[in-house]
């Protein structure tokens, strides 16, 4: 199965700090998804990214939110001002003839 | 809009047991339609999926689903559950030849007792 990991697994951050979750994938991928899960709700999608650009974005992805492709492989989400709210699992995932695959997802905790 | 309805929230079931897990969603064009499941720590793994032609798909770990275009239903199904079966599970569409973002059920946690 194709493979994406996520870095890191857990982060704990103090409210108004800036958080950066990285995505990994195997191989050379075009097209990623960042999506969240705050907990006991349901997935909800976030952003996608192609090419180095936005293809969508969601009402959840306001302006404390950015994603980027620093180096040409990895992919980050970046929240530059945390809020309470912002805790949940964040996943991203790649899109391969349709199906997409997940990552094991970064829990991030505001305190 | 898009949206995705599973009714079940909690379901508790009994070794052998047969599974159904409903899904309905709210789209007006055609759509792909998935279910994954997620295991205690583990990530969103994909169990089958439907694109076109059959609407009866299989999946793996003897999961099936089957897509009533008439009901706008995607139903998942187990004849018999096994302890391991214990997870959560996600029904999700994408419209068809637009967008592939997923949009997501709430999710139903299933618990398999031995």
Redesign the interface.
């Known amino acids: 199965e194709p493979e994406v990991t996520q870095t890191p697994s857990h982060q704990v951050t103090q409210m108004g700090q800036e958080v950066i979750l990285r995505c990994v994938p195997i191989s050379n991928h075009l097209y990623f998804y960042w999506y969240r899960q705050i907990l006991g709700q349901k997935v909800e999608f976030l952003v996608s990214f192609y090419n180095n650009e936005i293809s969508e974005k969601s009402e959840i992805f306001d302006d404390q939110f950015s994603v980027e492709r620093p180096d040409g492989s990895n992919f980050t989400l970046k929240i530059r001002s945390t809020k309470l709210e912002d805790s949940a699992m964040y996943f991203c995932a790649r899109i391969i003839r349709g199906e997409q695959f997940f990552g094991p997802g970064t829990r991030l905790t505001v305190l | 809009a898009q949206s995705v309805s599973q009714h079940n929230h909690h379901v508790i079931l009994s070794e052998a047991a047969s599974l159904e897990l409903g899904c309905n969603y709210s789209y007006g064009g055609t759509v792909?339609l998935?279910w994954?499941v997620q295991y205690p720590g583990?990530?969103?793994?994909?169990l089958l999926?439907y694109?076109s032609g059959d609407p009866l798909v299989k999946g793996i770990k003897g999961f099936e689903a089957e897509f009533i275009k008439s009901k706008f239903s995607f139903n998942l199904r187990k004849p018999s559950v096994q302890w391991s079966d214990t997870a959560e599970y996600?029904c999700?569409v994408n419209a068809r030849g637009a967008?592939?973002?997923?949009?997501?059920?709430?999710?139903t946690l299933l618990a398999v007792q031995p």
């Open positions: 792909n998935f994954y583990q990530h969103l793994q994909l999926k694109f996600f999700a967008t592939n973002k997923l949009i997501f059920g709430t999710g």
